[in-house]
Nanobody, 118 residues
Framework: QVQLVESGGGLVQPGGSLRLSCAASGKIFSTDGMGWYRQAPGKQRELVAIITSGGSTNYADSVKGRFTISRDNAKNTVYLQMNDLKPGDTAVYCC????????????WGQGTQVTVSS
């Protein structure tokens, strides 16, 4: 089993920054991909950023140039540095671990609230 625990959410003013962390524990494979998704009230969950075990990244268009995803494989931790935050970034941010294979499997954290408001 895999457990994911997020931290770092909170209330920030527009233009501010936050850094989210997600610590994975349990049976972690070096080939696991990790990422961040978010869900705003009344909206579907959407991809924010993902990072492969090799360090390749992919971002939603809405966050490119503002958010940076990174991972520390030794600590089984993934980070999301969020700069120039906008009210539209307000959402619950969830950490994801994807295990590849014939049938990929996703593990999810509980989520951390990010609120951007003046």
């Amino acid at each position: 089993q895999v457990q994911l625990v997020e931290s770092g959410g909170g209330l920030v003013q527009p233009g501010g920054s936050l850094r989210l962390s997600c610590a994975a524990s349990g049976k972690i494979f070096s080939t696991d991909g990790m990422g961040w998704y978010r869900q705003a009230p009344g909206k579907q969950r959407e991809l924010v950023a993902i990072i492969t075990s090799g360090g390749s990244t992919n971002y939603a268009d809405s966050v490119k140039g503002r958010f940076t995803i990174s991972r520390d494989n030794a600590k089984n931790t993934v980070y999301l540095q969020m700069n120039d935050l906008k009210p539209g970034d307000t959402a619950v941010y969830c950490c994801n671990l994807r295990r590849g294979g014939l049938i990929p499997f996703d593990y999810w954290g509980q989520g951390t609230q990010v609120t951007v408001s003046s």
